[in-house]
T-cell receptor, first 118, second 110 residues
Framework: GAVVSQHPSWVICKSGTSVKIECRSLDFQATTMFWYRQFPKQSLMLMAT?????????EQGVEKDKFLINHASLTLSTLTVTSAHPEDSSFYIC??????????????FGDGTRLSIL | LAKTTQPISMDSYEGQEVNITCSHN???????ITWYQQFPSQGPRFIIQGYKTKVTNEVASLFIPADRKSSTLSLPRVSLSDTAVYYC???????????FGTGTSLTVIP
């Protein structure tokens, strides 16, 4: 149980285009999902907390107009990198928690999206 | 938020037991400790979670002393496939306030 699917796993696009990444909880409902960014040989950096039916909470230094997050249902959150540039190239990972049982459930992660902007 | 400190890297021979310690001196009363494993180009995978004393599952054990200012992930008889980065995460009971550490890169040597 507790499977999180992330799509696409890999994307290459030209500078200036927008890229949408989907994060789905396959066998549970997730009122909260998290979006991370990870550079090579570094830890995960939390970008934002996605809340179903409300606005996302962004970490300090993360541009909310650059990284649009939508969490329209209990099983789907999307991250859109708008007008992407080479410096946005990174590994993006989402996670979700199944809080239907109790609150101290761990995060379950997707397999990440490798984004390369040319 | 309780920041965590882990060794940057560790090496171990195949078949040995590996213990990775995480320091979290400012852990709060309601915080839980969770460990994850990450392979290159994959998302982290949940290993084990605990609050106090000892927790054991089919892949690892987690030891937490009474003061909870540290925790130790124990991997019995590691194999080459256990080569990965291991992260210690301390978070409150809501799961929405947490700190992801820098991780420990474990290399298992034949």
């Amino acid at each position: 149980g507790a499977v999180v699917s992330q799509h696409p796993s890999w994307v290459i696009c030209k500078s200036g285009t927008s890229v949408k990444i989907e994060c789905r909880s396959l066998d549970f409902q997730a009122t909260t999902m998290f979006w991370y960014r990870q550079f090579p040989k570094q830890s995960l950096m939390l970008m934002a907390t996605s809340n179903e039916g409300s606005k996302a909470t962004y970490e300090q230094g993360v541009e909310k107009d650059k990284f649009l997050i939508n969490h329209a249902s209990l099983t789907l959150s999307t991250l859109t990198v708008t007008s992407a540039h080479p410096e946005d190239s990174s590994f993006y990972i989402c996670s979700a928690r199944d809080v239907s049982r109790d609150t101290n459930q761990p995060q379950h992660f997707g397999d990440g999206t490798r984004l390369s902007i040319l | 938020l309780a920041k965590t400190t882990q060794p940057i890297s560790m090496d171990s021979y195949e078949g040995q037991e590996v213990n990775i310690t995480c320091s979290h001196n400012n852990i709060a009363t309601n915080d839980y400790i969770t460990w994850y494993q990450q392979f290159p180009s994959q998302g982290p995978r949940f290993i084990i979670q605990g609050y106090k004393t000892k927790v054991t599952n089919e892949v690892a054990s987690l030891f937490i002393p009474a003061d909870r200012k540290s925790s130790t992930l124990s991997l019995p008889r590691v194999s080459l496939s256990d080569t990965a980065v291991y992260y210690c995460l301390v978070g409150d009971h809501t799961g929405n306030q947490f700190y992801f550490g820098t991780g420990t890169s474990l290399t298992v040597i034949p």
